[in-house]
């Protein structure tokens, strides 16, 4: 098995996890934020929806610029869905091509051109790929318990529904 297949494996499971969350994301509340400082409720479930394909692209490449833009609302909930079944396929697509060499030769965070990061793609899908989308999932799940819209099960029970009963 190579190194690639088992981050496949835990991405495919991983997105049909975010899926059930997005699926609930009300579409009325597009533009709400929990904090004049956060992102609305549009942003953050877009953002979500399209980190696997936007971090795998960046893996295709020896170093990243920076960009220095605002994140997109999303204007509807089927654009989330679309967005996050396009995502995976194009993720897939590109990862599944990385071999194991590939996986450790350097990649670079770069910052108006200078690097400030270096570490094989593998961290790169690892740390911002995956450990990423996580994170972000975690905040969309904080955003909708706030909106009181009832949780899926992610890792295990929520209040509102129990796959172990």
């Known amino acids: 098995m190579a190194i690639i297949d088992g981050l496949l494996i835990e991405l495919e499971q991983e997105a049909q996890t975010t899926r ?4 609930r994301v009300p579409g009325d509340k597009l533009g709400w934020r929990p904090h004049a400082k956060s992102h609305s409720l ?8 399209q980190i696997p394909a ?8 020896d170093a990243f610029e920076v960009p220095q833009t ?6 509807t909930c089927q654009q989330l869905l679309e ?3 396009q995502g995976l396929a194009t993720a897939k697509d590109i990862l599944i091509k990385m071999d194991d060499e590939q996986l450790m030769r350097p990649w670079h965070v770069q910052l108006r051109g200078k690097t400030v990061m270096t570490f094989p793609r593998l961290g790169l899908l690892r740390t911002f790929l995956l450990n990423h989308y996580y994170h972000h999932r975690g905040q969309l799940s904080v955003y909708l ?15 509102d529904e129990n796959p172990f009963a």
């Open 83 to 85: 967005a996050s079944e």
């Open 145 to 159: 318990r706030l909106l009181d819209v009832p949780l899926p099960s992610i890792y295990g029970p929520s209040a």
């Open 54 to 61: 936007a971090l795998a692209t960046m893996a295709t490449v």
């Open 70 to 75: 605002t994140q997109e609302e999303a204007r």
């Open 20 to 23: 059930r969350l997005l699926e």
């Open 42 to 49: 549009g942003q953050l479930a877009l953002h979500v929806a």
